[in-house]
Nanobody, 126 residues
Framework: QVQLEESGGGSVQAGGSLRLSCAAS????????MGWFRQAPGKEREFVAV????????AYADSVKGRFTISGNNAKNTVYLQMNSLKPEDTAVYSC???????????????????WGQGTQVTVSS
């Protein structure tokens, strides 16, 4: 059974940095795409970034482009989200998700993802 577990969340001041990790187990294949999403209180889940395990170009939401970097270590089955220059509006629960190669939905669409982690809280104070 596929499991995703996030870690690395916490509280920082505006301008600070955090690195989130997502450890995958139970059968995530190299042709899967791994995405990060976030959800703030009272708001819908929002796409943040996505990457394919091997050979894929990363993609980012406009709101985080230039500040966040997604990367993966295939040997460790772990995906990272390096978040720099954090802003209060980045405050949310961040979740990682896995998407199979045959999904017909856009990578930004959370409905296209098959597996989800529980999420980790990121709080940015001004």
């Amino acid at each position: 059974q596929v499991q995703l577990e996030e870690s690395g969340g916490g509280s920082v001041q505006a301008g600070g940095s955090l690195r989130l990790s997502c450890a995958a187990s139970g059968g995530i294949f190299s042709n899967y795409a791994m995405g990060w999403f976030r959800q703030a209180p009272g708001k819908e889940r929002e796409f943040v970034a996505v990457i394919v395990w091997i050979g894929g170009r990363p993609a980012y939401a406009d709101s985080v482009k230039g500040r966040f970097t997604i990367s993966g270590n295939n040997a460790k089955n772990t995906v990272y989200l390096q978040m720099n220059s954090l802003k209060p509006e980045d405050t949310a629960v961040y979740s990682c998700a896995a998407r199979g190669p045959y999904s017909t939905r856009r990578p930004e669409d959370p409905r296209g993802y098959d597996y989800w982690g529980q999420g980790t809280q990121v709080t940015v104070s001004s």
